[in-house]
């Protein structure tokens, strides 16, 4: 399922039309790069952690993560492949 108000912000930072992220979105829930990206809750459900689990692996730069606006409590996106890698190398430190 794709969050509206996300799809807003990214639509928004990436200087398309709404309704094409969003029609992309739900085809291929990809962005131009070809990676599948999630929400945070979407991320932290995923891996079976919190988000705050999740926000530390970004922060420690454990797996690939984008902000989609500038605000300092800005939307994170998750990428899928990065956290399931880390997720197979046991999240070793």
């Known amino acids: 399922m794709v969050d509206p108000t996300m ?3 990214a639509a928004k930072l990436l200087q398309i039309p709404e309704e094409k992220l969003s029609s992309l979105l ?6 131009d790069s070809g990676e ?14 919190t988000t705050y689990t999740v926000r530390r692996w ?5 797996i690939v993560w984008r902000k ?3 605000a300092r409590c800005g939307r ?3 990428d ?3 956290l399931q890698q880390f997720i197979r190398t046991g999240c070793a430190g």
């Open 7 to 9: 799809v807003a912000a």
């Open 26 to 31: 739900k085809e291929k829930n990809t962005l």
């Open 36 to 49: 599948k990206w999630v929400t945070l809750k979407e991320a932290a459900e995923y891996a079976k952690v």
């Open 58 to 62: 970004c922060t420690a730069r454990r």
């Open 68 to 70: 989609l606006n500038r």
């Open 76 to 78: 994170v996106i998750i």
């Open 80 to 82: 899928l492949r990065s």
